[in-house]
């Protein structure tokens, strides 16, 4: 199995900045993909951001020019920094990562617990 810890939410003002960290550990054999969501609530969870192992990236339209995603292959950890942080950004994040256990394993989801993101007025 794969687990995934978060690191990083916590309360910041308008404007401010955060980074928010995930380490996968366990029995992993590949990943294919890393990435960020989060739900507010009464929402829907949505995607923020998601980056593959050749680096391509892909972001929701509300975070462009705001979040950047960044991956450290070597240690199987995300990165989200947060930038100009909007009171609409306040949810609980979730890491995500798509991999195989095992070189026989299907590709797999899995997730985080989440971390609480509020961003205040």
């Known amino acids: 199995q794969v687990q995934l810890v978060e690191s990083g939410g916590g309360l910041v003002q308008a404007g401010g900045s955060l980074r928010l960290s995930c380490a996968a550990s366990?029995?992993?054999?590949?990943?294919?993909?890393m990435g960020w969501y989060r739900q507010a609530p009464g929402q829907q969870r949505e995607l923020v951001a998601t980056?593959?192992?050749?680096?391509?990236?892909n972001y929701a339209d509300s975070v462009k020019g705001r979040f950047t995603i960044s991956v450290d292959s070597a240690a199987n950890t995300v990165y989200l920094q947060m930038n100009s942080l909007k009171p609409e950004d306040t949810a609980v994040y979730y890491c995500?990562?798509?991999?195989?256990?095992?070189?026989?394993?299907?590709?797999?989801?899995?997730w985080g617990r989440g971390t609480q993101v509020t961003v205040s007025s």
């Open positions: 995500n990562t798509q991999a195989r256990p095992t070189a026989i394993s299907a590709i797999l989801d899995y």
């Open positions: 980056i593959t192992t050749n680096d391509n990236t």
């Open positions: 366990g029995s992993i054999f590949i990943i294919k993909r």
